[in-house]
């Protein structure tokens, strides 16, 4: 399982509308293969900014699947126009995890 971590920076104005765009996206990503979940998060220093984070199969379902789709350009269509910049993307995959028990 690779976490794409996508970090984007909104233009003044433009949050609310950006979020309701990535509120209307799962069916998009749904379609992909490789595609497992997300979540939208906002960084709290910088509320402008935000965090998407992208659970794949693989980075290549990622970058040779979904962005090679018309299902990305639709999610570019809902989203790309609130963008400051084009967003920074890494992709990660796990090294450790430690979870506390819930109790």
Not at 42 to 66: C, I, N, T
Request: aromatic share 14%.
């Amino acid at each position: 399982m690779i976490l794409e971590i996508a970090q984007i920076d909104i233009k003044s104005g433009f949050e609310q509308e950006f979020e309701e765009g990535v509120r209307r996206a799962p069916p998009l990503f749904n379609r992909a293969a490789g595609f497992q979940s997300f979540q939208l998060r906002k960084v709290v220093e910088l509320p402008r900014r935000y965090q998407l984070v992208v659970r794949w199969r693989s980075v290549e379902d990622h970058v040779a699947g979904f962005g090679g789709s018309q299902d990305f350009l639709a999610w570019r269509q809902l989203v790309g126009h609130c963008f400051e910049r084009l967003p920074y993307v890494e992709h990660s995959s796990e090294v450790f995890g430690w979870f506390k028990d819930e109790v």
